[in-house]
């Protein structure tokens, strides 16, 4: 007597499920949306300087990549170009966009601007990076614990520390590390090595 299974024959390939494309397009699209914000939120995000206040370091209209985790596992260095959200002070006078300048004065540092020079400490910082002299006076001022002064590059075209005052670290997002644009400045961004008193 011969049996009849109900059973696929051994010969036959396995049937495979297939899924609605446009489903499938949708779950690519919502894993990529997760990554993306992801990484954007804890990991690195793009950035555009849409003003000259780092000339010449940065110049209008550069695109940089900004490590966001790195500070938690170190401190921010004197040299460090930051990204920070708006101060309190800031926040009064209107201003939501992140800043970017330059880390100058650490937590429980003297700073002062004289004579076109930044003193750290009552010594004198050379800074080769600078666009022009400072044309103003500036303190001294000790920065509190947990804050730091900053300063644009181009330091008589700065909005930043010498008129609001100090950034709390916890409104630092992260550092400047990578500029991806325009193709022929391309590289990374790294503290000026002569810049310590």
Do not use: C
């Amino acid at each position: 007597m011969t049996r009849v299974s109900s059973k696929a024959s051994d010969n036959e390939p396995p049937r495979q499920s297939s899924e609605n494309p446009v489903v499938e397009v949708l779950k690519t699209i919502g894993l990529s949306a997760v990554l993306a914000f992801g990484i954007r939120t804890f990991v690195a995000e793009a950035r555009y300087i849409p003003s000259g206040s780092m000339l010449p370091t940065l110049q209008v209209n550069d695109r940089l990549i900004v490590d966001k985790i790195g500070y938690h596992f170190k401190t921010p260095q004197r040299g460090d170009i930051v990204v920070f959200s708006p101060t309190d002070a800031l926040q009064k006078q209107n201003f939501h966009d992140a800043f970017i300048k330059r880390v100058i004065g650490l937590p429980g540092e003297k700073v002062q601007v004289k004579a076109g020079r930044v003193y750290i400490n009552d010594q004198a910082l050379r800074e080769n990076y600078v666009a022009d002299a400072a044309q103003y006076e500036y303190g001294p001022v000790t920065v509190p614990d947990g804050s730091y002064l900053v300063l644009g590059d181009n330091r008589n075209n700065s909005y930043d520390s010498h008129y609001w005052g100090f950034v709390p670290r916890d409104r630092i997002i992260g550092r400047a590390v990578v500029r991806f644009w325009p193709v022929d400045r391309v590289g990374e961004i790294v503290p000026d090595p002569a810049y310590s008193p």
